[in-house]
């Protein structure tokens, strides 16, 4: 089984998160920010990845704790539930359309952290959600992951739509990269050997 469990607490957060790579889409969020608690619900979803995520964060403060921290253990347990990597296809990517909306991502689960961040969001804040956090959720998530991400906005105006179809389209770019290729599956997927 590939699912890893990660507990984080720092004097910001506190939080508790459950991965299956092999899932079928099963989440239950609670991070305290309902924007934050349905990207992650739709990135379970369109990912079929089972996803259970509790946080308990300086609310009080602001969301850039909670929405960087959730990044960073989602992160964590990508790269758990990875180990050695064998048998991955290793690299994803999707054009998402979402209305008027057009998002591509694409990943290389390298080793290597890099986030390429390509979005032009037009507004500050999306509800009571501050939309710079994107990017920093994402920054979070490759620097655990350990892998190469690029999120690119080909097309859109809309806030909220732009985030959605990101939060989608990195999901289904993952979900490809993750899977398993049956003519490989007892190789790491790179000419070194490791990733």
């Given at each position: ?14 939080i508790k ?63 758990q539930?990875l ?11 999707m054009i ?34 501050d ?33 959605e ?6 999901a ?24």
């Amino acid at each position: 089984m590939r699912t890893a469990e990660i507990n984080r607490t720092t004097a910001e957060t506190d939080i508790k998160l459950k991965l299956n790579l092999d899932g079928t889409g099963v989440s239950n969020i609670d991070t305290g920010v309902g924007f934050l608690n349905h990207m992650l619900t739709l990135f379970a979803r369109h990912g079929r990845f089972d996803l259970d995520v509790y946080c308990k964060g300086d609310l009080d403060v602001d969301c850039h704790h909670t929405t960087e921290d959730i990044g960073i253990a989602l992160g964590e347990a990508f790269c758990q539930a990875l180990g050695d990597k064998k048998g991955i296809f290793r690299y994803g990517s999707m054009i998402l359309p979402m209305d008027e909306t057009l998002i591509l991502s694409a990943v290389d689960i390298s080793g290597r952290p890099h986030l390429s961040f390509g979005l032009r969001i037009p507004t500050q804040r999306v509800g009571e959600f501050d939309t710079e956090l994107v990017e920093e959720f994402w920054l979070g998530f490759v620097r655990k992951a350990g892998l190469t991400l690029h999120i690119k906005q080909l097309d859109g105006k809309n806030s909220h739509h732009i985030i959605e179809g990101t939060f989608k389209s990195v999901a289904r770019s993952l979900k490809y990269a993750v899977a398993i290729d049956e003519d490989y599956k007892n190789e790491i997927p790179s000419t070194k050997g490791l990733l």
